[in-house]
């Protein structure tokens, strides 16, 4: 209603279907986390923990609003907020592991591959939304899914930065021996854009 009843929506069945495959993914890996006692050896932190908290706290209190009819707690708003938290969450999985390429100089055990995957995905998915306005004959419809374009432009922005420390600044840099692969160990986290598993290792 906002954009009027002729609006096109450039949220295609595809943009579900992705989102459902990386829930189930992401659900599986947790369960292979918790199963194999991932979360004894490595527990969360409690910036996770609260950020976790603060999210689903938030999100419910949020639902019930709509439940209850509370004035401007509409579902389509309910939406752009969880799309800007993915987006905001997309940010800090990517960071940890260019920090650490920094510390140790080095992209040595760093699976290049998940990335090349990753950023194929961010670049393939902005050039399916360019096409659907091309179809829709809407060039405005890009701004109608804004949270794609965003994430795309962040997918290829970060893996960019992989990219760059991979092939360019560290290219023939190994890991120091004079650093504890404690505070230097590689570190896991999950592609935001294809739901599996970087495995920095």
């Known amino acids: 209603d906002r954009n009027g ?3 096109e929506i450039t949220v295609q069945s595809n943009d579900v ?3 459902i495959n990386a829930l189930v993914l992401t659900l599986f890996t947790l369960g292979q986390i918790f199963y194999y006692g991932g979360f004894s050896t490595q527990p969360l932190s409690r910036t996770t ?3 976790i908290g603060a999210t689903v706290g938030l999100s419910l209190l949020y639902i019930l609003g709509i439940f209850f009819h509370v004035p401007n707690f509409d579902w389509i708003d309910f939406l752009y907020i969880m799309a800007t ?4 969450l997309t940010v800090m999985t990517y960071i940890p592991q260019i920090v ?4 140790r ?3 040595q055990g760093f699976n290049i591959w998940n990335v090349i995957f990753d950023f ?3 670049l393939l998915s902005l050039i399916q939304l360019y096409f659907d306005c091309v179809d829709m004959n809407d060039y405005g419809g890009i701004l109608g899914n804004w949270a794609k374009l965003v994430l795309s432009l962040i997918t290829l922005v970060f893996d960019g930065i992989y990219f760059l420390q991979h092939y360019v600044l560290y290219r023939n840099n ?10 230097y160990s590689p570190v896991e986290v999950s592609s935001p854009d294809n739901g599996f598993i970087n495995e920095f290792v």
């Open 49 to 51: 923990k609260g950020i």
């Open 85 to 88: 938290v993915k987006l905001i």
């Open 120 to 122: 194929s995905g961010g």
């Open 100 to 103: 650490l390429n920094y510390k």
């Open 17 to 19: 279907a992705f989102s």
């Open 5 to 7: 009843a002729d609006a």
């Open 174 to 183: 190994s890991i120091s021996s004079e650093m504890g692969e404690s505070e």
């Open 105 to 107: 100089k080095s992209t």
